[in-house]
């Protein structure tokens, strides 16, 4: 009866039997197992899945890469092919087609495999210029990836120096030069140069100074260089850019060979002009900004002064027009060429021309050269390379004793045989001291120029600026010092 109750009161009490117990935290435990197994099971997925993308991504940015490398490849053997084609081909601006492009070659890797192709696109040069522009894009195979290379290459003309001779040269006080100079024999310097000075001479014997030898580019400005073989001193205070001495010569006789071409182009193609006659000096050429120049024949010229030619110099006179008939108003021609059998003088302004003027007598003698006069302004009217022009003598470029005294002049000057620069005048002449010359160009001349004296006549300030839009974009028929092109510039475009 008693265990009866117990059990009773047991019951009561909610007491529920061990065995029951042990079965439901069994079953507890599984069910935490399981969800933790699908929750970082999920979570394994989940980064699988990142990892499989994130290397799927990778596949194709880095194959993408590839494949933008590689089209940047091939542009550049588009690059490298037609630099070598133009260096066979000098003239050849539609790739040995005769066709206009763009123009599609094949591209193969090593093994013969066609991989992609290059597209070329080719900008001849505009009249007077060496500059060619091509832009090669090129694609790779099966995509529509692409990049492209744009390439301007040219020839460097004569006009790469502000002042180039085949003598030795004297740049007096009062000079200022901006842009290179070389001389094929020794340079003097007493002015400022903002530019590299250079002489094919490693040492010389000045003639204005006979006696000890002078170094290949030397100055005489307190404190004036020692003689070799001392050290040579910096001077920036003259040579801002430096100097060097000696560097290989000029070959004047290669570059000054191209006279009797450009006399044969003006009269293919360009304005001829022979003789201006018996009792005539030769030719004035007044140059107009409508694109025309009015030609005259210049039929007297200044008497000088008495005594005035004191150094019995060879062609020396003044210079100077006082007469002139009036032939016609002539348009400039196509190619950019005149030339005149004749002495010509030379005045006016341009605008957006490019022209070269040059003048010579053939078959070639001393007795019979001939040269170009400026006394009056030449001007362009934009400085950016639009405008360009050559006067190109086969003796002297002269500035005539009754010039103006600030005389301006934009142009190349070029003396084949001569000398560019102003005959000697005596003081007690007329206009024989002057007082600034402003040459905005460049000058090349055979003998040594000069546009001032030691005695003071001639022109006191000489501004001598060098026009860098000259070096590959030279008037037309200019002079070149290279063979072959170069690369001047390159840059990707979209």
Not at 285 to 299: I, Q
């Amino acid at each position: 009866m008693r265990e009866k109750i117990k059990n009773l009161n047991q019951e009561k009490k909610g007491d529920i039997p061990s065995g029951f117990f042990l079965r439901s935290s069994r079953n507890n435990q599984a069910g935490y197992l399981l969800v933790s197994v699908l929750v970082f099971g999920s979570i394994g997925v989940m980064m699988l899945s990142a990892v499989i993308g994130w290397l799927a991504t990778s596949w194709k940015v880095t194959r993408q890469l590839t494949n933008r490398e590689q089209a940047l490849q091939i542009a550049e053997a588009g690059v490298d092919y037609y630099r070598w084609h133009l260096a066979h081909a000098k003239q050849d601006f539609q790739d040995g087609t005769a066709t206009s492009g763009p123009y599609i070659h094949q591209f193969y890797n090593s093994v013969g495999q066609n991989i992609g192709y290059y597209q070329l696109s080719i900008t001849p040069p505009i009249v007077g210029s060496t500059i060619v522009t091509l832009v090669s894009r090129g694609y790779v195979a099966s995509t529509s990836l692409n990049r492209a290379i744009e390439v301007k290459f040219a020839i460097p003309s004569l006009a790469k120096y502000a002042v180039a001779a085949n003598d030795n040269m004297r740049f007096g006080s009062g000079t200022l030069t901006v842009g290179p100079i070389h001389a094929n024999g020794g340079i003097h310097f007493d002015g400022l140069a903002e530019n590299l000075v250079t002489s094919a001479k490693d040492k010389y014997i000045d003639p204005d100074y006979w006696g000890s030898y002078q170094f290949g580019v030397y100055t005489k400005l307190a404190p004036a260089d020692p003689n070799p073989p001392s050290p040579v001193p910096s001077r920036t205070d003259v040579f801002v850019s430096g100097r060097q001495f000696p560097v290989p010569a000029l070959d004047f006789s290669g570059f000054t060979a191209d006279l009797a071409q450009i006399k044969t182009d003006a009269q293919s193609a360009g304005r001829y002009f022979g003789s201006s006659g018996s009792g005539n000096y030769g030719y004035n050429l007044v140059l107009k900004t409508n694109n025309t120049f009015d030609l005259y024949k210049v039929s007297s010229l200044q008497s000088p002064n008495k005594n005035c030619d004191s150094a019995n110099q060879s062609g020396w006179g003044t210079w100077s027009i006082k007469n002139q008939i009036f032939v016609a108003n002539y348009s400039f021609p196509a190619n950019g060429l005149i030339f005149l059998e004749d002495h010509a003088w030379v005045e006016g302004q341009i605008n957006q021309a490019r022209l070269t003027i040059a003048v010579g007598a053939f078959p070639e003698s001393s007795n019979t050269y001939k040269s170009i006069t400026i006394n009056k302004d030449v001007f362009y009217t934009n400085y950016d390379g639009r405008d360009v022009l050559a006067l190109i003598a086969q003796n002297n470029v002269n500035v005539g004793q009754l010039s103006n005294n600030v005389l301006e002049i934009d142009a190349s000057l070029v003396a084949k045989n001569g000398r560019v620069g102003r005959y000697y005048y005596e003081s007690a002449c007329t206009s024989s001291s002057r007082s600034t010359l402003n040459l905005y160009g460049m000058i090349a001349t055979n003998l040594r120029y000069g546009f001032a004296y030691t005695n003071g006549t001639g022109y006191s300030t000489r501004n001598l600026t060098y026009d860098g839009n000259l070096l590959y974009g030279p008037p037309p028929s200019f002079p070149l010092t290279a063979d072959n092109y170069t690369v001047i510039s390159w840059r990707e475009i979209p």
